[in-house]
């Protein structure tokens, strides 16, 4: 193309606040018990969460583990009909199980309230009350990985998106490293991996250019407080 005019920002996602979980071995009997706790408790009510594995194997056992802590606490009983609230969504299972999960995690008060699953749920499908993002162990790129965060909050009310990670869950990906080494602004390195020429930059100015709440709030709310975990520590509010 001859003279055309560029366009491009930053790929932000404000609403969703980026969290890192650095472990030296995840652990899911330590690592994921608050999910299992917060079903427990809620029942129907507990946000919609995605748990994303790399690989089958992985989502299968991340899977059983779920069913096994829950046992008949993972069912909640609707027509006389008991249905789980955990659900496992790949490439291999057939049309109609993915179909039928999709379409029940698409409703409102769906009883379906954690899908474990591969990249497989990701373009194309539209669920916007996604709560909780969860990313377990290795990435398999930048890109994918963002689009995965993605699913969360696209009705723009707050969301959350936790990377559970280990010093090799980064693989070759030079970003992915930067934020797992947790040097600085999690979002901010994050988006610096987006940048193309003649992009708008105002975004990651601003980022760059905020300054930490100093009004010692009880529950603070500043752009470091809703921003990611790395940000959040630097809010003297935080450190109290």
Request: net charge positive.
């Amino acid at each position: 193309m001859q003279d055309c005019y560029v366009k491009a920002y930053p790929p932000d996602r404000s609403n969703i606040f980026i969290d890192l979980a650095q472990r030296r071995s995840l652990v899911p009997d330590r690592d994921l018990a608050w999910l299992v706790s917060g079903l427990r408790a809620k029942r129907h009510n507990y946000p919609k969460t995605l748990v994303y594995g790399r690989s089958i194997n992985c989502i299968t056992e991340l899977y059983a583990w779920f069913l096994g802590c829950l046992k008949q606490d993972a069912f909640i009983t609707v027509d006389d009909s008991p249905q789980c609230m955990v659900a496992v969504y790949h490439a291999h299972l057939s049309d109609e199980r993915q179909q039928t999960t999709l379409t029940k995690f698409k409703k409102t008060d769906s009883t379906i309230r954690v899908v474990v699953s591969t990249v497989a749920f990701g373009i194309g499908v539209e669920i916007a009350d996604i709560r909780q993002v969860v990313h377990w162990g290795r990435l398999s790129s930048l890109m994918t990985y963002w689009q995965e965060v993605g699913r969360a909050g696209r009705d723009g009310v707050a969301a959350r998106a936790v990377w559970y990670c280990t010093a090799s869950s980064a693989g070759d990906d030079a970003v992915l490293k930067s934020v797992c080494s947790d040097e600085a602004c999690l979002r901010k390195t994050l988006l610096d991996g987006f940048v193309v020429p003649e992009m708008c930059l105002s975004k990651l100015h601003e980022l760059a250019a905020r300054q930490p709440c100093s009004q010692q709030c009880r529950e603070c709310v500043c752009s470091f407080c809703v921003c990611c975990s790395h940000c959040r520590r630097a809010c003297p509010c935080n450190n109290m």
